[in-house]
């Protein structure tokens, strides 16, 4: 159906128009296009040509992406969700809550799967459209509403009425074939005030007029006021959870956490850096960054800048001790100011696509 006919622009149309958004800029169907159909940053096969200084410093920039059990658990619950939803019409799907606290990869295991949905959906041969949405902060229906219209390049008018944006926008998606719905930062609404309960009664609505499955994303959810009242009971009686979390160092004979560490290592792309060094630094490392897996893929991956910038081309302590992490790292009770100098993946296993194809897989 083409935008001439419903006077709306189709997907098509509007990733077009969309052409000179910011390629980080997912919450844009042409951003996430090209987000999910970029190449994932890999380590140097073997008996590669060895690459540039400039092509190193942008790889460990962005780095590959480590799969987490959170993942793994996120994808596996979405194939169920979305295969138990496919054909109900009449009431809402059900929908899935992703929370934990910040920095443990809530917003990654999202992407991740919904880039692994756009390129191979579940129980489908072709690829199904997905949206990224965010809430802004102290939003209200209209400007949530209005962030589903700027994914899809819906016009948005100062003359449109709720109701007519939210026609717009539920025809759009219907019509686009949208199946999964990421929404993030969903912690910034508050059904207390007057204006986050009318936005959360849109997501309700939303929910039972446009045909996907919905996926919210946020910190530590279940603490905040999205889960109380009756509209915090709706939305439990109908979501799913999945948590992230810190990986602990030791969970009875395992080690998650140098598992994770040894992942990162090995994609490394420094000419002189000795495997191992970072696994056999891993109780430091645990302590640097409590285990939350943002702030470890944060200090490895600057140390390796820097590593790179100072011509050493290897990381060590002495390379980590320089990294100055997030306030919240580097304030945490676990790390002891004297433990460090004052300054002034792709993981081994079944791809997060498979997960989504065959449940059965550990």
Same mark, same amino acid.
């Given at each position: ?6 006077? *709306?622009? #189709? ?13 980080? !800029? ?21 008996? !590669?040509?060895?690459?540039?200084? %400039? %092509? ?14 959170? +993942? ?24 899935? *809550?992703?929370?934990?606290?910040? @920095? ?18 579940? $129980? ?21 509403? !209005? ?8 016009? =948005? ?16 998606? /219907? ?7 990421? +929404?993030?930062? *969903?912690?910034?609404? /508050? ?18 007029? *446009?045909? @996907?499955?919905?996926?919210? !994303? $946020? ?16 939305? @439990?009686?109908?979501?799913?959870? =999945? ?21 990162? &290592? ?23 960054? @409590?285990?939350? +897996? $943002?702030?470890?893929?944060?200090? +490895?991956? %600057? ?19 320089? =990294? ?5 790292? %580097? ?11 004052? #300054? ?9 696509? &498979?997960?989504?194809? /065959?449940?059965?897989?550990?």
């Amino acid at each position: 159906m083409s935008s001439a006919s419903t006077g *709306i622009p #189709t997907t098509t149309d509007t990733a077009v128009g969309l052409a000179e958004e910011a390629p980080y !800029a997912v919450d844009t169907w042409h951003g996430f296009q090209a987000f999910a159909t970029a190449p994932a940053p890999a380590p140097p096969a073997p008996g !590669a040509p060895e690459r540039s200084t %400039e %092509e190193r410093l942008a790889y460990h920039s962005a780095f590959v992406t480590v799969r987490t059990p959170a +993942i793994d658990t996120l994808a596996l619950t979405l194939r169920r969700l979305m295969l138990l939803g496919r054909y109900q019409r009449t009431t809402a799907r059900p929908s899935l *809550i992703l929370t934990g606290p910040a @920095a443990t990869g809530k917003t990654t295991a999202l992407l991740e799967v919904g880039r692994a949905c756009h390129l191979a959906p579940p $129980g489908n041969e072709q690829p199904v459209p997905v949206a990224y949405v965010l809430v802004p902060p102290g939003a209200s229906a209209k400007a949530l509403t !209005a962030g589903f219209a700027r994914y899809l390049g819906i016009p =948005v008018t100062a003359r449109m009425t709720q109701a007519q944006l939210m026609q717009a926008v539920c025809h759009t998606y /219907n019509t686009a074939g949208v199946r999964l719905v990421l +929404i993030d930062e *969903i912690h910034r609404l /508050n059904p207390r005030t007057t204006t986050g309960a009318e936005a959360a009664d849109l997501l309700k609505d939303l929910t039972d007029r *446009i045909g @996907a499955t919905f996926v919210y !994303a $946020g910190i530590d959810v279940t603490g905040t006021a999205l889960f109380s009242g009756v509209r915090g009971a709706q939305l @439990a009686a109908r979501a799913s959870l =999945v948590e992230t979390g810190a990986l602990p160092a030791r969970l009875g004979t395992r080690r998650p956490f140098t598992d994770l560490v040894t992942d990162l &290592e090995a994609a490394l792309d420094l000419q002189r850096h000795r495997p191992g060094t970072l696994a056999r630094h891993a109780p430091y490392l645990h302590q640097r960054t @409590a285990g939350r +897996i $943002g702030s470890l893929s944060r200090l +490895i991956r %600057e140390a390796a800048l820097t590593a790179i910038l100072d011509g050493t081309e290897r990381i060590t302590k002495t390379t980590l001790d320089g =990294v100055r992490l997030d306030h919240q790292a %580097e304030t945490h009770p676990a790390l002891r100011p004297h433990s460090r100098r004052q #300054t002034g993946p792709v993981k081994t296993g079944t791809p997060v696509t &498979e997960r989504l194809r /065959n449940p059965q897989q550990q």
